[in-house]
């Protein structure tokens, strides 16, 4: 079965500072990697996904994430953070004809 | 528009009682999905539903039911077996039915608490 890793529970950043949020997945195959946010108290928001062809993916409100076989990680970055992205943010794995599976998510910060 | 809504966004039960969260799409979607979340717990999927009058255990269906009986709904009962109920639920949908290749649409949550 398939498993995500995000291995930062907490990350806290300045506003205009570059962003990095980490992703390890286990799986045999290709799998179907995902980046959703969520703002507190509210439900889920997908801001891209990965399915294949280019690994380099562009989502919304500027993010972008990149998958790398050989590391099995698909990381989400963002050049200029702004306060607006303060939020929890999950990373999610499907493969088969099974549901996603999502990691423990991990909680961004933004400070001026 | 179209979307996901789940009813109450906030409820509160005393031990021992049984309480449904009801969850309405109109996205036209096979796929629903009901999960629990509690702070560094991530998402933990309770039950899933492919189609109409099918439903499949998640990873934590001890304590819970579902039905399926109309595409658009998916209610969910938290029972007086779950012993600790108190959490966030969210309800999805996806119009693939395997939930593997397709985005996920999510309601805006209940907070359950018991008292």
């Known amino acids: 079965a398939q498993s995500v890793t995000q291995p930062d529970i907490h990350i806290t950043v300045s506003e205009g500072a570059s962003l990095e949020l980490r992703c390890n997945y286990s799986?045999?195959?290709?799998?179907?990697l995902f980046w959703y946010v969520q703002s507190p108290g509210q439900g889920l928001q997908l801001l891209l996904k990965?399915?294949?062809?280019?690994?380099l993916v562009q989502g919304i409100k500027g993010f972008e994430a990149e998958f790398k076989r050989s590391q099995s990680s698909f990381n989400l970055r963002k050049p200029s953070v702004h306060w607006s992205d303060a939020a929890e943010y999950f990373c999610?794995?499907?493969?088969?004809?099974?549901?996603?599976?999502f990691g423990k998510g991990t909680r961004l910060s933004v400070i001026a | 528009d179209g979307g996901i809504t789940q009813s109450p966004k906030y409820l509160f039960r005393k031990e021992g009682q049984n309480v449904t969260l009801s969850c309405e799409q109109n996205?036209?979607?096979?796929?629903m999905y009901w999960y629990r979340q509690d702070p560094g717990q991530g998402l933990r999927l309770i039950y899933y539903?492919?189609?109409?009058?099918?439903?499949q255990k998640g990873d934590i269906a001890e304590g819970y039911s579902v039905s399926r009986e109309k595409k658009e709904s998916f209610p969910l009962t938290v029972t007086s077996a779950q012993k600790n109920p108190t959490a966030f639920y969210l309800c999805?949908?996806?119009?693939?039915?395997?939930?593997?290749?397709?985005?996920?649409?999510f309601g805006e949550g209940s907070r359950l608490t018991v008292l």
């Open positions: 999805a949908s996806s119009i693939d039915p395997g939930g593997s290749t397709g985005e996920l649409f």
């Open positions: 799986y045999g195959a290709t799998p179907y």
């Open positions: 990965y399915f294949s062809g280019d690994t």
């Open positions: 999610a794995v499907g493969a088969g004809n099974t549901p996603l599976v």
């Open positions: 996205l036209n979607h096979d796929a």
């Open positions: 539903s492919q189609i109409v009058n099918d439903f």
